[in-house]
């Protein structure tokens, strides 16, 4: 009540009744009191969560202690980081903790202590970056990540589930990549990651939240788990160290380099190919381990190389191709024979220079010289110069006594190598020797004769000239189908049986061979007469097939006995590798995996007889080598070609190297003598064959690319020895133009031989 009011009441109480104002009022002016102002919440509780907002309410009294009315109120906060206060004395709550609001009116002020809680959960922060990653290995410090409200508290009542993955640098991220919040953090215990070494980052996000990304970590190579090559072995010539020596890495098991506390011992073995590896071991420095001396040692062709140490995972070496090396013995592959005393020999001596592995040794041109060592003599015509490892001595005689000699055969650098010989007296056989035929003569009656050779020799075997002979037989059983004719100076017969209409059977004859100055010796012949089977496909000389897998082919059988063909014979087929390749009752052949199959049709008729084919089956797509072989059986002497092609079926290349593998005995040219090679035109194929060990490398090359059939050569060739064995074709490279290797596709054949 203002001095003003109160003066008028006075003054209205006097103008009434005095008695009404003295007796029954205050007695005067209310005393003065301190004025006060009361804080409360409007709503009762003196806590808010941040980022919630709570009203407070103020009432003042004056100094009368009458309340006034809309008071001019001014606010404060103690803490304004923790609370915020409006002019209308709304409060919110920012960052946890307490705050006195402080509302001042009428002089005097009034205080509210408030308590901020967090809020509901609404981010996540990295507390603790992650650090420490090597590959595979769990982080040395593992992340902490914190659940905060908006304006940044901890939510320790939050029970998230937080979920760590890369952001950033690629990999794989493993270990136990979830985590549940405990008193608002997340702790992670074994994050590893897996991955090429450079800076990572990772992001962590839980359910309604704002997610977050760590600094950026650099992931270092883990521990070494396995070998790689960096560089691939070349230029191999067996006994002298490689050209290209192998360089191998340690890797971690994400390929990257280990390059410290890696060191580690690295030996290298011949994987396939065989033969002999010295300096075959070395210890990796940084991370890598370089061969310096390693050799190979062996027959010509292709290697692989597979490099070990301990605990780690191996790694194989690309085909590495064993060339032959530097002269380091001799051999004596044909002896000197055929000669008599003070006469050029017949048969002049051939001596191979072959390196420490036994390969021709045919990058030399050696000279070799004969000497006689024991025996006494004079020796002409005892020089010769190796070719392609081959050293032919043209005119080598002996002058002197009869009797046994032995040569002594020389080269620079080289062992000598001993042979001995006895030179033989024309005029002093006291007999003849001939040499037996290797097995009977099988007639078919299909066939018009059958022929083989004996060879006529003295009783030392080493001279021919014997002179002129005589031939004379006899049969037991049956007539007239046998002739021996002499060929060659009397050095051998030609022998040739004719079954003409004999029966099924056998029969035998006794050849007598009659010499002037030799004597006589007999030839016992057998000839076994039988039914014939003969299987063919597309022509009756094709007896080597090609299929592909699921592709078919017919045969029938033709049956003959001495009446001529047999009709609807009793027929079987069988194949020997039914899951190569099947045939059926009728005689379809299915081609089933890759691979050889011989296939059979056997007859009993006339006491049973049986042929063959050969299949080759082959993958359906990828280069392939073919050779224009279509039959399998040879008769001895008798000259045949071969022709090798590469077919690219639908590819494209730019260089390959083929391994043409014919037969041989013990190392020498034994069932097929190579007589000349003819390269094909196509690309130019280089051409280099090993004549004892029967080998040929086709190399050939183009800058446009290799594409369908290509003639790769022709090989001519004459069988000399009865006997069995196969053709073999093989890539040891194949390159397509981007220098991709196109091995893994590629596919080679083989193909059975037998002479008889």
Not at 135 to 161: C, E, K, R, W, Y
Not at 472 to 492: C, D, E, K, N, Q
């Amino acid at each position: 009540m203002t001095a003003w009011n109160a003066r008028a009441i006075l003054v209205a109480c006097g103008m009434l009744t005095l008695s009404a104002c003295g007796g029954g009022g205050d007695g005067g002016t209310t005393p003065n009191v301190t004025p006060v102002v009361t804080v409360t919440s409007s709503t009762g509780p003196s806590s808010v969560a941040s980022g919630a907002s709570l009203q407070l309410t103020v009432r003042v009294t004056n100094n009368r202690g009458a309340v006034v009315s809309n008071p001019a109120v001014s606010w404060s906060s103690s803490n304004a980081a923790v609370a915020a206060v409006s002019t209308a004395g709304s409060v919110t709550g920012l960052l946890a903790g307490t705050a006195t609001i402080t509302a001042a009116a009428e002089g005097v002020t009034g205080a509210f202590v408030i308590a901020v809680s967090p809020g509901a959960p609404a981010r996540l922060s990295v507390r603790r970056q992650p650090a420490g990653a090597a590959v595979s290995a769990a982080f040395t410090t593992q992340p902490i990540v914190d659940i905060l409200d908006v304006a940044g508290n901890v939510v320790t009542s939050a029970a998230n589930v937080v979920t760590a993955a890369l952001a950033s640098g690629g990999g794989v991220l493993s270990g136990i990549t979830s985590a549940t919040s405990v008193s608002g953090s997340a702790t992670f215990v074994d994050l590893n990651l897996t991955g090429t070494i450079g800076a990572r980052t990772l992001t962590f996000s839980a359910a309604g939240l704002t997610a977050v990304t760590s600094e950026s970590f650099a992931l270092a190579p883990g521990a070494a788990a396995k070998l790689a090559i960096r560089t691939q072995p070349s230029g191999a010539a067996s006994g002298a160290a490689l050209l290209t020596q192998p360089v191998i890495e340690l890797r971690d098991v994400a390929d990257n380099l280990v390059t410290s506390g890696s060191a580690a011992t690295i030996t290298a073995a011949i994987l396939s190919g065989g033969g002999t590896l010295t300096a075959a071991t070395s210890v990796s420095a940084s991370g890598v381990a370089s061969f310096t001396a390693l050799t190979l040692s062996g027959i010509v062709g292709a290697r692989t190389l597979q490099f070990t140490s301990p605990s780690l995972t191996p790694v194989n070496s690309a085909s590495v191709d064993l060339a032959a090396g530097a002269p380091a013995t001799l051999t004596l592959q044909t002896s000197p024979a055929g000669g008599g005393l003070n006469s050029v020999f017949t048969t002049q001596p051939v001596v191979a220079v072959r390196d420490n592995g036994g390969n021709l040794a045919i990058n030399s041109t050696t000279g070799v010289t004969a000497s006689i060592t024991s025996g006494g003599g004079t020796l002409s015509g005892a020089n010769a110069t190796a070719v392609n490892g081959i050293a032919t001595f043209t005119g080598l005689s002996i002058t002197g006594a009869a009797g046994t000699r032995t040569l002594t055969f020389s080269a620079s650098g080289v062992p000598s190598l001993n042979a001995v010989v006895t030179p033989c007296n024309s005029q002093a056989f006291p007999q003849l020797g001939v040499n037996a035929l290797t097995g009977p003569l099988v007639g078919f009656f299909q066939r018009t004769a059958v022929a083989d050779t004996v060879a006529i020799r003295d009783l030392n075997g080493s001279c021919t000239s014997i002179g002129a002979v005589t031939t004379s037989i006899t049969y037991t059983g049956g007539g007239s189908w046998l002739t021996a004719v002499p060929v060659a100076s009397s050095t051998r017969l030609a022998v040739t049986a004719t079954p003409g209409a004999l029966p099924v059977g056998i029969y035998a004859a006794t050849i007598t061979v009659t010499s002037a100055s030799a004597g006589t010796a007999q030839v016992p012949v057998t000839f076994d007469v039988r039914p014939s089977v003969s299987i063919a496909y597309g022509g009756v000389d094709q007896k080597i097939a090609q299929l592909d897998p699921n592709a078919t082919l017919r045969i029938v059988p033709v049956v003959t006995n001495q009446s001529g063909v047999v009709n609807n014979p009793p027929l079987q087929f069988v194949s020997r590798s039914p899951t190569i390749a099947t045939v059926a009752a009728d005689g379809t052949i299915t081609g089933r995996l890759g691979g050889q199959a011989w296939i059979v049709a056997v007859t009993s008729q006339d006491g049973g007889a049986s042929d063959s084919i050969f299949v080759n089956v082959t993958r359906t797509t990828g280069p392939l080598l073919r050779a224009d072989v279509t039959r399998f059986a040879y008769t001895r002497n008798t000259d045949f070609s071969v022709t090798v092609y590469l077919d690219l079926r639908g590819q494209t290349a730019g260089a390959a190297n083929v391994v043409f593998t014919w037969p041989t005995i013990n190392g020498t040219p034994g069932l097929l003598r190579l007589n000349s090679t003819v390269p094909g035109l196509v690309g130019a194929p280089v051409i280099v064959s090993d004549l004892a060990s029967g080998t040929t490398r086709i190399s050939i090359a183009s800058a446009a690319g290799l594409t369908g059939l290509i003639n790769l050569g022709r090989f001519d060739f004459t069988p000399q020895v009865v006997g069995s064995s196969q053709f073999v074709l093989r890539f040891t490279e194949l390159i397509a133009l981007d220098q991709a290797s196109l091995l893994d596709s590629a596919n080679a054949l083989q193909y059975p031989v037998i002479v008889r």
